[in-house]
């Protein structure tokens, strides 16, 4: 969207438009660092979460990552 005077409308970050951590549920507060994950559920979406938080399994990182070491 492009308002009169031709200068482009800033988007949302992800942090604004979800209002919560997708990882822990909690409310972002002003200020609080921010990172974004991609989450594949059948499209590709990304959601933010609090720094140093993850939606990603750990068992299934784990598994990733042996499939990987195993393969090359």
Known sequence: MTPSNGSPVPRPSA???QRT???CGAAFQLGDRTEVEVL???EVRYVAVHAGHTTYSPRRERAAATRLHNAA
């Open 15 to 17: 942090a604004e438009r």
């Open 40 to 42: 594949l559920d059948g």
């Open 21 to 23: 951590c997708a990882a």
